[in-house]
């Protein structure tokens, strides 16, 4: 397939390398920043341009890979070339191309990407969303030539997917930086913890997180827990993460989830 990238990020990144890789053409790179779009496009063989009026027609599948609240504006731009249109928003609904173009379509991956690592886009979820059944047909023969897990996905169930990752990527990568910067408050190194994350990680491979909780506040030790509030006196935010987290831990081994 022929393949326009809107956006040059991270995931339009991995996104391109994917296509190039499983032999489809990239025909351009579009990024407001020439050499940003420059990049990416030298790695996949294709042009960069900065300007939307650049857009060559020769394509069949444009790839929105942009910050949300730009989408729009884009596919209002794209919808003259009369072509499929596909975003990779999590949490965009697709209604947002409809507006625009009936040949429209989602393509998100549920993966966190940074260009400077690796990683076998084989393993990578993709979830699909078309505006019909032949679109969503088309759509899913292009992932299954980059992905072995590919899952029709509806926009609110996309919803809940991005709202679950966040929970289950972000969040916890900021808490391994409130462990980092603890630990270098006191000259101990990060790589101490490093095989306690991916055993922490790898159970969850296996078994529900719910089944594999483990630390002060499912044993309900208050004890400890005021000892470790004391400890972050100085730092009251950090305090309240603590306090929220620790009863939400305790709700969920009372049954209740976490809630109130």
């Not at 009936?102 to 690796?118: D, H, I, M, N």
């Amino acid at each position: 397939m022929r393949i326009t990238l809107i956006g040059s990020g991270n995931v339009a990144t991995h996104l391109g390398a994917a296509f190039k890789n499983a032999g489809h053409q990239i025909v351009q790179v579009y990024s407001p920043n020439l050499q940003n779009a420059a990049l990416l496009a030298y790695h996949i063989k294709a042009e960069a341009i900065d300007d939307l009026q650049q857009i060559n027609p020769n394509t069949e599948a444009f790839i929105i890979s942009v910050k949300d609240d730009v989408i729009e504006g884009i596919a209002q731009q794209l919808a003259a070339h009369d072509k499929l249109i596909l975003h990779t928003s999590g949490s965009t609904d697709i209604s947002v191309l409809l507006k625009y173009n009936v040949k429209a379509g989602v393509f998100y991956p549920l993966q966190t990407f940074s260009r400077t690592k690796e990683l076998n886009f084989w393993n990578v979820p993709l979830c699909l969303e078309g505006a019909n059944e032949n679109i969503f047909k088309i759509i899913t023969e292009l992932a299954q030539t980059v992905s072995n897990n590919v899952y029709p996905v509806n926009s609110a169930q996309r919803r809940v997917l991005h709202l679950a990752a966040v929970f289950a990527c972000n969040f916890p990568n900021y808490l391994y930086s409130i462990a980092q910067g603890l630990l270098a408050d006191n000259h101990l190194e990060f790589d101490m913890l490093k095989p306690l994350i991916l055993e922490t990680a790898d159970k969850v491979q296996q078994q529900l997180p719910a089944a594999v909780q483990t630390g002060p506040a499912v044993r309900n030790d208050e004890t400890t827990m005021n000892r470790h509030l004391e400890m972050l006196q100085n730092q009251p935010m950090l305090q309240q993460i603590y306090q929220l987290l620790s009863q939400g831990i305790i709700k969920m081994d009372k049954g209740t989830n976490g809630k109130a």
